[in-house]
């Protein structure tokens, strides 16, 4: 058996190992169930899928990883003093390499679940059509394991492929896209078929996945493609959020006001569920909280000796929103006069008890920065808990995000004015309260430059911090000239080039890997 065998053997392995908490594996007296075991009474499979979902949103705990580099947030200076492999996300120094730890990590947490997604589906896919249980379990294994292949794509590029009933033909060599996106494509299709409906009386579990996030991915898929890979389809991508944005559970508008999307006592309401599509469920118990809060609050508020540090919005700088993306547009910002989205999204007021935090002790200076806001979370304030506890649920798609989606491919496709015109009647007359005057409607006579320019300004007021940006800036080519000249990091350093659109492969994969060597690196790592 070839070393490449051996060594996705052995990932399978773990990833059982991974997922063994679970209760499906619990050990009679003399020895835990086997993979054929687990994968022949659909009793075992659920929590299988159930421990995938869990490793998913693992994935997305807090804000960072592959959501650094970007020119909405950028390193909190401690943060960037103490934490070199951090900084250099953020300022595409020589230490972004196949060596940086944070790399590997994101690159292998995705491969847990896809490895384990994987096992299903082959254990699966023979007993398709045995019964509707078995079917919307192998859809959600399709939909984990293309949701995580669709980020590692994005990410870096061309990436080994995993799929059991084909691992001799496929070894564990990188695979080019015009291999891998249609297979992602296959797994969402398989996933559109079979899982349920929003309003379907048997989804009950919100941490499941649902018909629309398949389309939502699909549709992304095709949307988000590079251009070169030929792979890019407009329409194809407006027939899947087009069946979105029809789709009566969501009422054609998403949750009633942005403050519903936000307030945490909001979430698994009516009018909050109709705006996500999906979001990855937390609460403030330990093992099940996001830690989001803790990573992007502020340290001065969490340290100083004036202000209690249990404070809901205290933390400790790992992200904060850049210049660009807390300033007016009168002073070169992003932000527009009356958008609620602004402070509802943005903290500028760091006033506690009528106490304000001095910047003293251990602080770089932009600890009473504006800071991220849509992560607090008051409830631990309210039990007595720091921010680390912090359990918000983090949201993955929205149904605002699929309407701008949706509205970029009615631009593109020759329907300027549709899209425009839903733009506005949804997205920003929502921002405004409501009520959206003439001067903040945008015209329906705009070119192509002038259309994604506003856009791409409309998805970060939309949607900053919700892990999209990097990769709407790298499918529209803006990554290099928006990132150098917003992000204070990468305009310090001015490292950023071309080629840092993808991430270097993990020396460890390289050097674990007998179909890779270092010839397969990317380019410019």
């Known amino acids: 058996m070839r070393k490449n065998k051996i060594f996705i053997v052995i990932i399978s392995i773990l990833m059982l190992a991974t997922v063994s908490c679970t209760d499906f594996l619990v050990q009679d007296p003399q020895s835990s169930m086997t993979s054929s075991q687990v994968f022949d009474k659909v009793e075992n499979i659920d929590p299988y899928i159930l421990g995938l979902y869990k490793q998913w949103r693992e994935v997305h705990k807090g804000r960072g990883g592959i959501y650094y580099g970007t020119d909405e947030a950028s390193l909190g200076g401690v943060q960037a003093r103490d934490n070199s492999e951090r900084r250099a996300l953020d300022s595409y120094n020589v230490l972004l390499n196949s060596s940086n730890g944070i ?88 996933a559109i078929k079979y899982l349920p409906e929003p309003n379907d009386p048997s989804y009950t579990n919100l941490a499941r996945a649902t018909k629309p996030l398949a389309q939502a991915l699909l549709g992304k898929l095709y949307l988000y493609a590079p251009e070169n890979s030929g792979f890019r389809d407009y329409e194809k991508a407006k027939v899947q959020f087009e069946a979105i944005y029809n789709n009566p559970y969501f009422g054609g508008t ?43 609050g502020s340290r001065a508020v969490a340290v100083a ?10 933390g400790f700088d790992h992200l904060l929103p850049t210049e660009y993306c807390y300033k007016m547009q009168a002073d070169g910002g992003l932000w527009e006069e009356g958008d609620v989205r602004k402070d509802m999204s943005i903290r500028y007021d760091f006033n506690y008890n009528g106490k304000q935090p001095e910047l003293i002790g251990y602080c770089y200076g932009d600890e009473l920065d504006p800071h991220i806001k849509k992560f607090e979370d008051p409830r631990t304030e309210a039990q007595g808990l720091n921010t680390w506890y912090s359990g918000k649920n983090i949201p993955y798609i929205r149904f605002s995000d699929v309407v701008l989606c949706y509205a970029e491919c009615l631009f593109k496709t020759g329907k300027q004015a549709e899209g425009i ?15 959206i005057t003439s001067e903040q409607k945008w015209p329906t006579s705009m070119g192509d430059d002038e259309f994604m320019t506003k856009l791409l300004d409309e998805r970060l007021r939309e949607l900053c911090f ?56 990317n380019t410019g790592y």
């Open 103 to 190: 790399v590997l990590y994101e690159w292998t947490n995705r491969y847990k679940v896809i490895a384990g997604a994987a096992i299903a589906i082959q254990a699966l896919k023979p007993r398709e059509g045995e019964s509707d249980e078995i079917n919307k379990l192998l859809a959600e294994a399709s939909l984990l394991r293309a949701a995580n292949y669709f980020e590692l794509v994005m990410t870096w590029g061309s990436v080994p492929l995993i799929d059991y009933d084909k691992i001799d033909e496929y070894g564990t060599a990188r695979q080019p896209l015009s291999l891998l996106f249609p297979f992602i494509e296959e797994d969402l299709n398989t």
């Open 254 to 296: 998403g949750a009633s006001t942005y403050e519903n999307i936000l307030d945490v006592y909001q979430q698994g309401t009516p009018d909050y569920n109709k705006e996500m599509i999906y979001a990855f469920q937390f609460s403030n118990v330990r093992n099940d909280n996001s830690g989001a809060q803790w990573d992007v």
């Open 305 to 314: 000796t004036s202000v209690e540090a249990i404070a809901y919005f205290s």
């Open 421 to 435: 015109t839903l733009i506005n009647m949804i997205v920003r007359r929502r921002a405004f309260n409501g009520r």
């Open 466 to 521: 919700e892990g999209w940006r990097k990769m709407d800036l790298i499918r529209t080519g803006k990554l290099n000239d928006y990132v150098s000249t917003r992000n204070k990091w990468a305009m310090d350093a001015s490292n950023i080039q071309d080629t840092h659109k993808l991430w270097p492969i993990p020396l460890d994969e390289i050097n674990k890997n007998s179909d890779m060597g270092i010839e397969d690196q």
